[in-house]
């Protein structure tokens, strides 16, 4: 079992940054792959980006060259920094947590964290 918990959403402004944590339990953290996942209002949830325990990264289009996903092994922390928000990145923000190396199939979820993007 895997507990996962984010942190660090919240209301910015168009152009601004928010970065989000998410922290696991365990103590092979290392050998999960990570995933951010967004889902906004009457719309289904999509992957963001995701990156392997030794560090190869993948992002949707749409965030691509604005969000930067990295992860400390050492502080079993995931993190997702985004930069030059837009109004259309609102929605809340999951993080997954999955044994191996493709983050697609079934796996730990935390609770979702709220963010909102506008003026």
């Known amino acids: 079992q895997v507990q996962l918990v984010e942190s660090g959403g919240g209301l910015a402004q168009p152009g601004g940054s928010l970065r989000l944590s998410c922290a696991a339990s365990g103590s092979i953290f290392r050998f999960y792959v990570m995933g951010w996942y967004r889902q906004a209002p009457g719309k289904q949830r999509d992957l963001v980006a995701s990156?392997?325990?030794?560090?190869?990264?993948n992002y949707a289009g749409s965030v691509e060259g604005r969000f930067t996903i990295s992860r400390d092994n050492a502080k079993n922390t995931v993190y997702l920094q985004m930069d030059s928000l837009k109004p259309e990145d609102t929605a809340v923000y999951y993080c997954?947590?999955?044994?191996?190396?493709?983050?697609?199939?079934?796996?730990?979820w935390g609770q979702g964290t709220q963010v909102t993007v506008s003026s």
């Open positions: 997954k947590s999955r044994i191996g190396s493709s983050i697609y199939g079934s796996g730990y």
């Open positions: 990156i392997t325990g030794d560090g190869n990264t």
